[in-house]
């Protein structure tokens, strides 16, 4: 993974990043797709940092050599033009957390390619709901995220997502669409008078509404949970089953306000109850100590308070976190930790 260059940088070290080599060096092949995009499991992506941020781009193409150049067209981009501007013309890869509950948190989370440009404009704007569907309005700014979706939300039988593009024309859109569902941007929830943001809840009687939230990676999606709830549960979705928290195959009845939330506990307790009978021999191969690194992990302690709380050194907690990845096999203490938590 790249580092940013400190202001003021020789124009030696920034030459660095107009390079390819630099980029076919930070090449990655990223585990969830997004099915929308296209690509396939030997696309290749990468993590560009500037400005303080960092995002991953999906770069469509397994060739090593043509996703180096456009690594470094995309970064240049965002080096000469600012990141809104990039976001526009290249798709980049975010994680979707709905917010089901904040204490206890129940969130599901997915992983989405933004679908830019105007082929994908062209593509997806066009996408409505047919007869016998029922409409879920998803209120977003961002067009590669709101077409993104969009996408998802239709692919789930029986429903058809429907675009609102500010809070300014969400009143409109309320009216004209009726809505079985609304789906919001967490930032946009007071300004459509949506006052329950962190829980599904009705946004006028017998339609409910969720916020969701957006995050660069899955570190930045752990760190954004509500410190101090009673409990913890997160579940990955796939793109095509967003909603299936409310919406099953067996609970596709008439939803009234009261339903709502039992409709969300049962769906993490049915996932418990399955989990619960199945034999989880990664967990069951770390040693006491691993478990306790880990425990103290998913409560949000860092290496120095866990070697602290557990009277060791902070060495030796990181050979602990080593070994915690490998028989676990993770590549991160979020990866890690959601496992933990989804035991």
């Not at 995009?37 to 400005?51: C, K, N, T």
């Not at 960092?54 to 970064?75: C, H, M, N, S, V």
């Not at 209120?139 to 993104?148: H, L, M, Q, T």
């Not at 099953?248 to 769906?267: I, M, Q, S, W």
């Amino acid at each position: 993974m790249s580092k940013e260059l400190p202001s003021g940088s020789s124009g030696a070290e920034s030459a660095i990043k107009t390079d390819d080599a630099f980029w076919k060096n930070r090449l990655l092949r990223r585990q969830y797709r997004f099915p929308a995009s296209g690509e396939s499991e030997q696309d290749l992506a990468v993590h560009i940092q500037h400005a303080g941020a960092g995002y991953f781009f999906p770069l469509g193409t397994p060739d090593a050599e043509k996703a180096a150049g456009k690594a470094r067209q995309i970064y240049q981009m965002a080096l000469k033009q600012g990141w809104n501007a990039t976001f526009q013309r290249y798709s980049r890869e975010l994680i979707v957390s709905f917010e089901w509950c904040m204490n206890p948190v129940m969130w599901t989370y997915t992983t989405i390619h933004t679908l830019v440009g105007k082929e994908a404009g062209l593509k997806f704007d066009a996408l409505a709901p047919v007869p016998n569907q029922d409409s879920v309005l998803v209120v977003e700014s961002d067009a590669g995220i709101r077409r993104a979706l969009c996408w998802s939300v239709s692919q789930q039988s029986g429903l058809g997502g429907v675009p609102c593009d500010s809070a300014e024309s969400f009143t409109r859109a309320l009216a004209q669409h009726q809505p079985r569902m609304v789906l919001v941007n967490r930032n946009l929830a007071g300004r459509i008078g949506f006052k329950s943001a962190g829980l599904i809840a009705p946004i006028q009687p017998g339609v409910p509404a969720i916020t969701y939230s957006l995050h660069a990676d899955g570190d930045q999606m752990f760190v954004s949970t509500p410190g101090r709830a009673e409990g913890y549960l997160l579940k990955r979705a796939r793109p095509d089953r967003l909603l299936e928290p409310i919406f099953t195959a067996a609970n596709r009845g008439k939803l009234v306000p009261g339903d709502f939330l039992p409709r969300v506990k049962h769906y993490f307790q049915e996932l418990l109850q399955f989990r619960s009978t199945q034999d989880h021999p990664a967990l069951s191969k770390l040693t006491n100590r691993e478990h306790e690194v880990l425990e103290l992990l998913s409560k949000g302690y860092v290496d120095k308070e866990i070697a602290q709380a557990m009277g060791i050194s902070a060495w030796t907690v990181h050979g602990h976190i080593k070994n915690i990845f490998l028989r676990l096999r993770v590549r991160s203490r979020t990866e890690a930790v959601i496992r933990y938590l989804e035991k």
